[in-house]
């Protein structure tokens, strides 16, 4: 997991050959903008725009996930969220079966940790970070980009 500004975004370009083009796109668009929805950016570039109300930790911790297939870089475009957080190789209680079609396996365990984010920050969470979002008293929109691995 890495959490950062987007000011710093660049020290993190050579971790993926994508980074740099998901960085791009939200450093040459005005992603306030945006409306709610997904479309692709690029090839094995997903952008997702997500807007909704904020939820308790124990709501949000009922979707504890990780993926296999993609790297998620999360940024709150209207914050702060607060974010949960483990170690994948210390979850030992799986809810339910890994989704190939949807890229999730969902946990049971709770978080190490949680961190807050506020605008123009993000966090790239890797296959091994499980995590949930959109913690918040107050409403959210944001983006996911997903970079496959």
Not at 95 to 121: A, H
Request: aromatic share 12%; glycine share 6%; charged share 30%.
């Amino acid at each position: 997991m890495i959490v950062d500004s987007l000011q710093n975004a660049a020290r993190y370009y050579s971790l993926h050959p994508n980074f740099k083009k998901a960085f791009d796109y939200v450093n040459q668009n005005d992603i306030s903008t945006l409306e709610e929805g997904a479309f692709e950016i690029g090839e094995g570039l997903k952008v997702i725009v997500i807007v909704g109300e904020g939820t308790t930790k124990e709501e949000s911790i009922k979707g504890f996930e990780c993926h296999d297939k993609n790297i998620d870089i999360q940024i709150p475009i209207k914050g702060p969220e607060t974010f949960a957080w483990k170690p994948r190789e210390k979850c030992i209680n799986p809810n339910g079966e890994y989704s190939d079609e949807r890229d999730v396996r969902f946990f049971y365990d709770k978080p190490d940790m949680f961190f807050e984010l506020q605008e123009k920050q993000f966090t790239i969470l890797f296959p091994e970070d499980v995590h949930s979002a959109m913690i918040s008293e107050s409403p959210l929109k944001k983006i996911v980009i997903k970079v496959k691995v």
